[in-house]
């Protein structure tokens, strides 16, 4: 009996010790790994047409797989700042081509590819592939249409072809009547501050996704401060005008009663004025970091 | 009548006393892991990936069941040798055959019903209340269910006249190649003459395609299904397994059991 339970015991040492053995072992296969392993980014199988192939009658769930495979992928490149994104697109090709129905992959993967670095891959063409691809599969379903014009006025500059995707859009029934009011703004205007903030306030008050809200939310933060700068700096100009010199701080401005107070960014910190008179976010507001990225 | 009732409730109640209903908890394990899971590792999914998933898990679990046993079915009767036991009783050999395939095809009917409750359920745990679109869900069930039909008739087939190893080979080889039956008819950009065409477009309809019952890429997305094209699959797998059943039971009466 005593032999049993000292053998037991033995067992149970060289078992968890044995463990312990691997783990370590792992974590040094783990570092060495690196060295093994190709730079590049890499992904077995591109070709979507045989990744449909081989998954036989279960293409819905492979595809909705390789989009979590894509969220990921661009969820840990984002986190690590790595922004070499080159296996986004052939991920959200097979996913699309494996379940050509998928809303998700085809609205979230545009704004992926279409932000521009760090926060996506900069590649707005390839939005625009993936999105006239969604509506090719799903002809019925409207915002793939706000999504393109969204991807042709923020990212490609063009906004007559902007125009053009919410006016197609604004045909279905089922669109929101703005579709068609967005279409003509923007014919009319081209980029117009106002127009951006309708967009993004869209983007915001539809999305169900925190991350995407998230950065709807910056957006229309950076927005609303280009919007109070721009008419601090109206004021600014007009100041100068009747002064004959430019304002070094805003309270002159309000004093000259062009500005009814001292206005403040959506974060609640008051703008100065730079050393050539012009407005700007606060140092201490968080904004002005994302402010200065964006100006650049 | 009553022979192949009785054959039937006895597959069944062996099925169930092998406890083939087991892999029920497997599946419920599977959905909740889905449940809880996908919603934190993707974006806008979680409702897709809860019906394809359960539903590829009916069909995979089910599709096994259906190899694996339909083939044991025959084979393990004369193996144990209870099979001379029950012909010398009043039974016809295709009497016995249809007895095993009903039986089975009940057992499966069961883990199927019991697998899309779960599935219902892991539904209405991301998102309750249901909507009436997801009743589709239960067509792509059904549909599922016929192909499994079809299946346990071929496995049957096969058992009657080659070893179990070979029959669960070529019961997949078959449910593979069915699947890709209608790219025979269309294949292109290959060097073949008009008679290698013509051979191809042959195969590519006596093969039972598979794709038939596959409606996963609609349901999932809560599109409906067409009431003819159900009719139509159904028809289609009934017929495709009087055939089967057919061949499979004139092999068995020829097969020298001795």
Redesign the interface.
């Known amino acids: 009996m005593k032999t049993r339970a000292i053998a037991g015991m033995f067992l149970a040492v060289a078992v968890t010790a044995g463990f312990l053995c691997v783990w370590r072992l792992q974590e040094g296969l783990d570092k060495e790994r690196s060295k093994v392993e190709s730079e590049r980014d890499d992904l077995a199988l591109r070709s979507p047409a045989l990744m449909k192939k081989l998954s036989l009658e279960y293409a819905p769930l492979v595809g909705a797989i390789y989009w979590t495979r894509a969220v990921q992928y661009y969820g840990l490149k984002h986190y690590l700042g790595d922004q070499n994104l080159e296996l986004l697109w052939p991920l959200l090709d097979i996913s699309s081509t494996l379940d050509p129905n998928l809303i998700v992959a085809y609205r979230f993967g545009a704004m992926f590819l279409s932000d521009a670095p760090p926060r996506g891959a900069g590649e707005p063409e390839k939005a625009v592939e993936l999105l006239e691809r969604g509506i090719k599969a799903n002809p019925d379903y409207w915002r793939f249409y706000q999504d393109l014009g969204n991807v042709y006025y923020f990212d490609e500059k063009n906004y007559l072809k902007a125009s053009q995707a919410f006016e197609e859009g604004s045909r279905n029934p089922a669109a929101m009547p703005w579709m068609k009011i967005m279409a003509a703004k923007i014919a009319a205007e081209g980029e117009s501050l106002e127009t951006s903030y309708a967009l993004w306030l869209d983007v915001y008050q539809t999305t169900t996704n925190k991350d995407i809200r998230k950065n709807a939310e910056v957006h229309l933060r950076l927005v609303k401060a280009e919007m109070d700068i721009r008419e601090i700096d109206k004021a600014a100009d007009l100041y100068a005008q009747k002064t004959k010199h430019r304002a070094t701080r805003i309270s002159e401005l309000v004093q000259a009663g062009l500005l009814p107070g001292q206005l403040g960014d959506p974060d609640g910190f008051a703008y100065v004025l730079s050393e050539q008179g012009k407005a700007e976010p606060n140092a201490k507001s968080p904004l002005r970091e994302e402010w200065l990225r964006e100006k650049k | 009548m009553r022979n192949i009732r009785t054959v039937a409730a006895n597959t069944f109640r062996e099925a169930v006393r092998d406890r083939v209903l087991y892999n029920l908890v497997f599946f419920a394990l599977l959905m909740m892991g889905a449940a809880i899971l ?1 919603g934190q ?5 979680e409702q ?2 809860i019906v ?2 359960g ?2 898990a009916i ?2 679990i089910g599709i096994l069941i259906a190899v694996f046993l339909g083939v044991a079915l025959v084979s393990k009767e004369m193996d144990k040798r209870t099979l001379y036991a029950l012909l010398a009783k009043p039974v016809k050999r295709w009497e016995f055959l249809l007895g095993k395939f009903f039986g089975l095809v009940m057992t499966l009917t069961v883990n199927t019903a019991a697998m899309a409750a779960g599935l219902y359920l892991a539904l209405w745990t991301v998102k309750h209340p249901l909507l009436k679109s997801d009743a589709y869900i239960l067509v792509a069930v059904y549909l599922i269910l016929l192909k499994l039909a079809v299946i346990v008739a071929l496995a049957l087939l096969f058992s009657c006249f080659t070893t179990p190893f070979l029959a669960i080979l070529f019961s997949a080889g078959i449910y ?1 190649a069915g ?2 039956a209608a790219d025979l008819r269309t294949v292109k950009g290959v060097d073949l003459d008009s008679g290698s065409l013509r051979l191809m477009r042959g195969i590519s309809y006596l093969l039972p395609n ?2 038939n019952f ?1 409606v ?3 349901v ?2 809560g ?1 409906g299904v067409p009431g003819v094209f159900v009719w139509q699959a159904t028809l289609y797998a009934l017929v495709y397994i009087a055939i089967i059943l057919t061949g499979a039971a004139v092999v068995f009466s020829r097969r020298n059991l001795k």
């Open positions: 996908v590792i993707s974006i806008g999914i897709d990936v394809s998933l539903l590829t069909s995979v593979v699947l890709f598979f794709q596959n996963m890429g609609a999932v997305h599109r």
